[in-house]
Structures are given as C-alpha cells and as structure tokens.
C-alpha cells in the first residue's frame, strides 16, 4: 500500500520552521482496580504531554500529544525539572529536521542531555511521550496517520495499515465470582477478537491450570491463548508452571521470572518448549542486546514485546529491532505491551507481528478509537492525522484538560 495521504500522494515539499513554545504534562489516574500477579493498577497514573508550536492551523497552534504507555507512573517530575527545559532552551534549529519539521531523534537526544548512561526506567518512559508528541504533531503537519509516516521515515516499501490483535484481560479481581473469566473472554470475542491472553501467578498452581482451563473453554485451542506471570516466579516456580502447562500448546508464556534474569529465562527455555515472550520491562538497546545474548530466547519462536512507550518512544525502539534482526530475529515476532493507539501506530509502521489490546480497562488511554472494529482478530488503522486520539472521545477530553 502506498504511503501518501488520503488522495494517495503526499507533498512533503512544504517548508517549516516551526518552534516549540510550550512543552505541558499532566499527571491523570488510570482508571482500573484490576490486579496481576505483583501489583494492583488502582493507584497508577500517566503522564499526558502536549508538545504546542508556533504553527497555526485553523486558528489553532498545531500540538503533538501524546502518554506515556500504561502499567508505569507519571513522569511529572522528570519532564517538568529536566526534560521540558532542555527543549524550551535549545535553539529551535537544533531540533528539526531538513524539511523543518521536528527530528524525533534530535528531541530525544536534546531531553536525554547530562542524563548518564544506564539506569534507564523512569527517565525512559519519560523521554517516550515526549519523543511520541513529536511523531503525532509532525503526522499532523503532513495530514497522515503516524504510521503512514513512521513507515515511510523508515523505508518501509510494504506499508498496510491493517494490524493482528489479541484481547489482554483475565486479571485477578476483588471478590471474584465464579464464571466471571468465562464471560470477559467471551465479550471479547463477541468484540472480533479470536486470541486472548490471562494472567498467572496470583492464585496458587492448581487454580491457575483451572482458570487455564476454563479460558480454553472460550479460546477454542491453546494456540489462541497466552498467559502471563508479569515476572512472579522463581526459577523452581516458573519450571513448574511450565510443565504443567505443556500439554496445553499455549500462544506463548509471558515474563515468567524478573525481566533482567537472563539466566532464569535462559534455564526456561531448556524446559519448556513452547514460546515464551518477554520485553515489556526492557527499555534500550542494549537490555534486548543481553536479552538476545543471555536469555536463551529461540529465533522463529519466542516473542518480544518492548513498548515504544516506556522504552524512549520510536527512535530507540527502531534501534532495539536492528540489534535483534542482525542477531537472526524477525520483527515479525514483535508484539508490544502497549493495549493503546501508540503501539498499534508503531507495529503497523514497522510491520511488526501484532499489537495487545485492553478493551475496557485501564481508561481512559486503553484502547484503540470510539468506532474502530475487530474483525477476525484484525484492526484497521483509521486515517485519522496523528495517533487518533481525537477519536477517542474519553482519551481527547483527559487531553483537553492540560490546557486549563
């Protein structure tokens, strides 16, 4: 499919010179009481960030929005007492590109300035929105879906803008009822989704191979169900999980052990024979490097599942896939930790194998559009200019609040 706007050709030979004026963040509540195996999401927050700039559109200046994935904190503090004012002073040139439209790459670089090497967590998922905001606004100034834009930034030949997705639920609740697992999978697949993925670990071994089990009841066949530990177990716990769950041909076995045990995922992978995926608590280069090297993670069958919004937006994440595929791995076993527009922009742009997706929880940024439709498991991204998020009703009004 071609890369151009609408009407199927895109004019980039428009010249900008733009700045940006103001850089705005706001801490918003992730609306959720669900739990997995280690934390409780009641409490969490995000960080919504407005990139605004001098260009004018409509009488309005053109703004880059964008968060900083789901499942971390806001990143007040670190945008607003570093970040933000490093790009406030740079010189404005500094930070675009020849065609005068930001650089993604120089903006990171410009918000990581005097920041050492390592460590990354928080100061990550903070440079990720602001990063992201870049690529939203720049796809507005060209009128095309972010990625359109990201695809052709990239050298992408073979763009489609039709994306596999899989269901993420199957959380512990408070005060659970029975048949309650059974009727959320099966909402999702009266959605249009037809592969899920359930959480393990919070309820003793013997519980969890019967939730397993009751979820293959609406699955259909363990191929169309993964499950995920979110790094509870220990080398002895993760094994055992794993041959219990042998015979059940699972889609994959999520983040068994801590993500930074290599080791343990390495010792795993001797044992159980299906796919396992891990990634979404690796957040540069260089942790996928020694994940490659010391996790024992197998080409061609397990999966990696990096978010571009925790992990320094699409210009670090575009590096972590050059490191796998020159160590034998196709991006095509790429599915991010996301649930949000952000990853289903990234994994369409950079042809990557699927996209997660929360419907219903974590509100207001689960979630794709308010018309978007499921169709076998497959998703269409909307033409929209940007992200979409101005089709997302509940996520574009949290957004109008950063401006008072």
């Given at each position: 499919m071609?890369?151009?706007?609408?009407?199927g050709?895109?004019?980039?030979?428009?010249?900008?010179?733009?700045?940006?004026?103001?850089?705005?963040e706001?801490?918003?509540?992730?609306?959720?009481?669900?739990?997995?195996?280690v934390?409780?999401?009641?409490?969490?927050?995000?960080?919504?960030?407005?990139?605004?700039t001098?260009?004018?559109?409509?009488?309005k200046?053109?703004?880059g929005?964008?968060?900083?994935?789901?499942?971390?904190?806001?990143q007040?503090?670190?945008?607003?007492?570093r970040?933000?004012?490093?790009?406030?002073?740079a010189?404005p040139?500094?930070?675009l590109?020849?065609?005068?439209?930001?650089?993604?790459?120089k903006?990171?670089?410009?918000?990581?300035?005097?920041?050492?090497?390592?460590?990354?967590?928080?100061?990550?998922h903070?440079?990720?929105?602001?990063?992201?905001?870049?690529?939203?606004?720049?796809?507005?100034?060209?009128d095309?879906?972010?990625?359109?834009?990201?695809?052709?930034?990239?050298?992408?030949t073979?763009?489609?803008?039709?994306?596999?997705?899989?269901?993420?639920g199957?959380?512990?609740?408070p005060?659970?009822?029975?048949?309650r697992?059974?009727?959320?999978?099966?909402?999702?697949?009266d959605?249009?989704?037809?592969r899920f993925?359930?959480?393990?670990?919070?309820?003793?071994?013997?519980?969890?191979?019967?939730?397993?089990?009751?979820?293959?009841?609406?699955?259909?066949a363990?191929?169309?169900?993964?499950?995920?530990a979110n790094?509870?177990?220990?080398?002895?716990?993760?094994?055992?999980y794993?041959?219990?769950?042998?015979?059940?041909?699972?889609?994959?076995?999520?983040?068994?052990?801590?993500?930074?045990?290599?080791e343990l995922?390495a010792?795993?992978?001797?044992?159980y024979?299906?796919?396992?995926?891990?990634?979404e608590n690796l957040?540069?280069?260089?942790?996928?490097k020694?994940?490659?090297?010391?996790?024992?993670?197998?080409?061609?069958?397990?999966?990696?599942?990096?978010?571009p919004?925790?992990?320094?937006?699409?210009?670090?994440?575009?590096?972590?896939l050059?490191?796998?595929?020159?160590?034998?791995f196709?991006?095509?076993?790429?599915?991010?930790?996301s649930g949000?527009?952000?990853?289903?922009?990234?994994?369409a742009?950079?042809?990557?194998?699927?996209?997660?997706?929360?419907?219903?929880?974590?509100?207001?940024?689960g979630?794709?559009?308010?018309?978007?439709?499921?169709e076998?498991?497959?998703?269409?991204?909307?033409?929209?200019?940007?992200?979409g998020?101005?089709?997302?009703?509940?996520?574009?009004?949290?957004?109008?609040?950063?401006?008072?």
């Amino acid at each position: 499919m071609g890369l151009g706007r609408r009407s199927g050709v895109l004019n980039i030979a428009r010249r900008y010179r733009l700045k940006i004026t103001k850089v705005l963040e706001k801490s918003v509540p992730l609306k959720s009481n669900v739990s997995n195996a280690v934390i409780n999401f009641s409490t969490h927050t995000v960080s919504l960030i407005a990139l605004v700039t001098d260009q004018v559109r409509n009488g309005k200046p053109v703004v880059g929005l964008s968060f900083n994935s789901i499942g971390r904190y806001a990143q007040s503090d670190i945008i607003a007492q570093r970040m933000a004012p490093r790009l406030l002073e740079a010189k404005p040139e500094s930070l675009l590109q020849d065609n005068g439209q930001l650089s993604a790459e120089k903006v990171l670089a410009c918000a990581m300035q005097n920041e050492k090497p390592g460590g990354h967590g928080d100061r990550a998922h903070a440079a990720s929105a602001l990063e992201l905001a870049v690529w939203d606004l720049n796809a507005k100034l060209n009128d095309e879906p972010v990625s359109a834009l990201i695809a052709r930034h990239f050298d992408r030949t073979h763009y489609s803008p039709e994306v596999s997705v899989y269901a993420a639920g199957g959380y512990y609740y408070p005060g659970e009822q029975a048949g309650r697992l059974e009727s959320e999978l099966s909402g999702y697949r009266d959605l249009g989704f037809d592969r899920f993925k359930m959480k393990i670990g919070g309820a003793p071994l013997a519980e969890d191979m019967q939730r397993i089990e009751r979820a293959l009841t609406i699955a259909g066949a363990g191929q169309k169900l993964a499950v995920d530990a979110n790094g509870r177990f220990s080398l002895e716990q993760a094994i055992a999980y794993g041959d219990a769950m042998q015979g059940y041909d699972l889609l994959w076995y999520e983040e068994a052990g801590d993500p930074l045990d290599f080791e343990l995922n390495a010792l795993l992978a001797n044992e159980y024979k299906g796919a396992l995926a891990t990634g979404e608590n690796l957040f540069s280069r260089q942790d996928v490097k020694n994940l490659a090297l010391f996790g024992g993670t197998r080409p061609a069958l397990d999966i990696f599942q990096m978010d571009p919004g925790l992990c320094y937006g699409v210009t670090e994440y575009a590096r972590m896939l050059t490191e796998l595929e020159s160590r034998g791995f196709d991006r095509k076993f790429c599915y991010p930790h996301s649930g949000q527009l952000l990853g289903l922009h990234v994994v369409a742009g950079l042809g990557l194998g699927g996209c997660e997706v929360y419907p219903g929880i974590f509100q207001p940024m689960g979630g794709f559009g308010d018309n978007t439709t499921i169709e076998q498991g497959t998703v269409k991204v909307s033409d929209a200019a940007g992200f979409g998020f101005e089709e997302k009703t509940n996520l574009i009004a949290e957004f109008a609040t950063i401006f008072g």
